[in-house]
């Protein structure tokens, strides 16, 4: 099945920092979601984005499908960013079943 | 808008126990899921459901049964509860990613957290 590593795995941040995180896939895919889930469990949806860029606030994403990665930026972090971000695809052909890469831990600190 | 509901937010259980974790959406979604999710791990796939009557398998099914009587409801049926199916789960909805679908972004419910004991 396809395969889905997200970089890095952990990272600290003092509030205010930017931040970039990566995600990478190994086949075609027809959907990327990145989600952010919070201290108490919750899956947020940040960004529908098989192709392209969004941007949301201080948040924006892009994702390259043909070179198979996508990006999370994060700027002016606050400590409520804190938490895991997930990034989560389709493959192309498989119904919609979303396989999740294994997260990236952000910790903002004062 | 209530999204995907599930239902208990919180369950301990005895070895052997069954329970039947309930889901419920709201927006039509063709395609219902459920996910769990282990620690430091991200989610895997247990069951799925393209429609009404129909079901198949993920990534770990083993333990677990789905039906899919309705659109709006897909509930996930522990048989014989064990330790190792202490976890999170999640249960997600979209359309589906049939040929000229509309988008096929994933809505995810708040999630159960599980404990056998």
């Known amino acids: 099945g396809i395969q889905v590593e997200q970089s890095p795995p952990d990272l600290i941040l003092q509030e205010g920092a930017n931040s970039t995180l990566r995600c990478n896939f190994s086949?075609?895919?027809?959907?990327l979601q990145w989600f952010h889930q919070n201290p108490w469990g919750q899956l947020i949806n940040l960004f529908y984005?098989?192709?392209g860029t969004k941007q949301n606030g201080r948040l924006s994403a892009t994702t390259v499908a043909t070179e198979r990665y996508s990006l999370l930026y994060i700027s002016s972090s606050q400590t409520t960013d804190s938490g895991v971000y997930f990034c989560?695809?389709?493959?192309?052909?498989?119904?919609?079943?979303?396989?999740f890469g294994t997260g990236t831990r952000l910790q903002v600190t004062l | 808008n209530a999204g995907v509901t599930q239902t208990p937010k919180f369950q301990v259980l005895k070895t052997g126990q069954s329970m039947t974790l309930q889901c419920a959406q709201d927006?039509?979604?063709?395609?219902m899921s459920w996910y769990r999710q282990d620690p430091g791990m991200g989610l895997r796939l247990i069951h799925y459901?393209?429609?009404?009557?129909?079901?198949d398998q993920g990534e770990v099914p083993n333990g677990y049964n789905v039906s899919r009587s309705t659109t709006e409801d897909f509930p996930l049926r522990l048989l014989s509860a064990a330790p190792s199916q202490t976890s999170v789960y999640f249960c997600?909805?979209?359309?589906?990613?049939?040929?000229?679908?509309?988008?096929?972004?994933?809505?995810f419910g708040q999630g159960t957290r599980l404990t056998v004991v």
């Open positions: 984005i098989p192709s």
């Open positions: 459901s393209v429609g009404a009557g129909i079901t």
């Open positions: 989560a695809v389709v493959n192309t052909g498989t119904a919609s079943k979303l396989t």
């Open positions: 086949d075609s895919v027809n959907n």
């Open positions: 927006m039509n979604h063709e395609y």
């Open positions: 997600a909805s979209s359309y589906s990613s049939v040929l000229g679908a509309p988008r096929t972004e994933a809505f």
